[in-house]
DNA sequence: GTATTTGTTCCAGTTACTAGAAGGTCAAGG
DNA sequence: CCTTGACCTTCTAGTAACTGGAACAAATAC
């Protein structure tokens, strides 16, 4: 099929896909006029990605797991240990965040936000400290 | 001052500070040899730079922030709603990165981790559903 | 007077696409 | 047969926010 229904198929934009073969992450037939031509295989490749990118996996994560995938001796001890190391990523993610968030809704608290210029957010930003909470 | 020394004081890599400067964030005087010669002034706008930047701010923002900072005459409540949408912002990251993660230990709970092909993360990825959690 | 450090510029690479231009192919309608 | 429009092709460049490295100049240390 056309990339267009590859496209419909799998939920990624054709620019996606192509960006996918450039990268040779999914590389799939021409047919005779120069169009590629995806097969079923190819399109369940795609949909992998897509569910696998959308989990936060990055691009090169993707290419062990497609290998992982395609090879049928694999150990799911191998697609296990990526699951958890990606697990701890989003765990530490989600904690910075929440400090993030934390230090900022208490510096907003102290802001009165009217048309005053007075601000605590620039005067933190600025290097002076908040003193209470 | 030099760049080192401003690097020191405001706790970013030289090469950051000359990347701020060649996108106009934060523009040194040249001394004679023409060597970057930051101010004090300048030195605490790259401190505040670098705080915002910590904090989740991007260099647009920042942008924005600094020339709200310069301004003596700005409101409290253009810098407070900044942080208000920053807050709102990261919370819906954490929540994105809170589902992601629960999918995934979902997933890997399932996954007997050991050496036999069998792996039911492989299969999620490859689009079979999972039963039970 | 040389060696080392620190500074300069510029170019390229990173991640994962996305936009747009210029042009080829194909199916349908008149 | 021709045109129109949808779909396809390639290529270049842009995004965000730096980071690394090369090649060379200036300042400092011994």
């Given at each position: 099929m056309n990339i267009g229904q590859a496209a419909?198929?799998?939920g990624l934009?054709?620019?996606t896909i192509r960006y996918y073969e450039s990268i040779d992450l999914v590389v799939p037939d021409?047919?005779?006029?120069?169009?590629?031509d995806y097969s079923e295989k190819d399109v369940h490749q795609l949909s992998?990605?897509?569910?696998a990118r959308s989990l936060g996996f990055s691009i090169e994560e993707c290419r062990l797991l497609l290998s992982l995938y395609?090879?049928?001796q694999r150990a799911?001890?191998?697609?296990?240990?990526?699951?958890?190391?990606?697990i701890d990523e989003i765990e530490r993610k989600?904690?910075?965040?929440?400090?993030?968030?934390?230090?900022?809704?208490k510096l907003a608290k102290h802001c009165q936000g009217n048309n005053k210029p007075d601000c605590p957010i620039i005067d933190d930003l600025a290097g002076s400290t908040i003193t209470s909470n």
């Open positions: 419909q198929f799998s934009p054709s620019k021409r047919a005779g006029n120069g169009y590629r992998f990605v897509q569910r395609r090879d049928d799911s001890a191998d697609v296990k240990r990526l699951a958890l190391n990606k989600i904690l910075e965040l929440q400090s993030l968030k934390t230090t900022l809704s």
